[in-house]
């Protein structure tokens, strides 16, 4: 498979097919860095220049990342997937500017849990980390990040967050 750093090369090309384009554009929009920062300008969108990161996935790959977020069966793509959930989930986290820190904070939770998180293994190679003082509650898929968000009372059928946690299997 190519380097997913490449994406903004695969954007650029003439020759990719249009779900090429497509990945690569989304790959090129989830690692934005600021322009003076190694980014190329690609495309303006929102009244923002969307620049083509490179060195954050460099980073992630040489953290031994195989993916940078869980690639998920039905989506096939770690960088879809990731920026699939920052839309669901990335107006929960107000301090988080885009995918890319989005992606950052899921890491920094499995990798660096505080001591208020709480986790367990389940079934299928996925794991919870639940930080129950800033109630975040992060997936993993076989050590990758998969998912990250903050539970809410209502869109669960239980009394608290903590026994939504512990009915999680």
Same mark, same amino acid.
């Given at each position: 498979?190519a380097?997913?750093?490449?994406?903004?090369?695969?954007?650029?090309?003439? *020759?990719? $097919?249009?779900?090429?384009?497509?990945? &690569? %554009?989304?790959?090129?929009?989830?690692? @934005?860095?600021? =322009? #003076?920062?190694g980014?190329?300008?690609? *495309?303006? $969108?929102s009244?923002?220049?969307?620049? &083509? %990161?490179?060195?954050?996935?460099?980073? @992630?790959?040489? =953290? #031994?990342?195989?993916?940078?977020?869980?690639?998920?069966?039905?989506?096939?793509?770690?960088?879809?997937?990731?920026?699939?959930?920052?839309?669901?989930?990335?107006?929960?986290?107000?301090?988080?500017?885009?995918?890319?820190?989005?992606?950052?904070?899921?890491?920094?939770?499995?990798?660096?849990?505080?001591?208020?998180?709480?986790?367990?293994?389940?079934?299928?190679?996925?794991?919870?980390?639940?930080?129950?003082?800033?109630?975040?509650?992060?997936?993993?898929?076989?050590?990758?990040?998969s998912?990250?968000?903050?539970?809410?009372?209502?869109r669960?059928?239980?009394?608290?967050?903590?026994?939504?946690?512990?009915?999680?299997?």
């Amino acid at each position: 498979a190519a380097d997913i750093a490449e994406a903004g090369d695969t954007f650029l090309s003439n *020759k990719s $097919s249009s779900a090429d384009k497509a990945v &690569a %554009g989304v790959g090129v929009a989830l690692w @934005a860095t600021p =322009a #003076g920062q190694g980014g190329s300008i690609i *495309k303006k $969108s929102s009244s923002e220049l969307v620049m &083509a %990161g490179r060195a954050a996935l460099s980073q @992630a790959r040489k =953290a #031994g990342a195989e993916h940078i977020w869980d690639p998920n069966p039905t989506i096939k793509n770690s960088i879809t997937n990731a920026l699939s959930h920052w839309r669901d989930h990335g107006s929960e986290f107000p301090n988080l500017n885009n995918a890319k820190e989005y992606v950052e904070a899921a890491w920094n939770k499995v990798k660096n849990p505080t001591i208020n998180t709480i986790s367990k293994a389940l079934e299928n190679g996925r794991a919870v980390f639940y930080d129950t003082q800033q109630n975040i509650m992060t997936f993993t898929q076989n050590g990758i990040p998969s998912s990250m968000y903050k539970p809410q009372i209502g869109r669960h059928p239980f009394k608290t967050n903590l026994d939504y946690y512990n009915s999680l299997k």
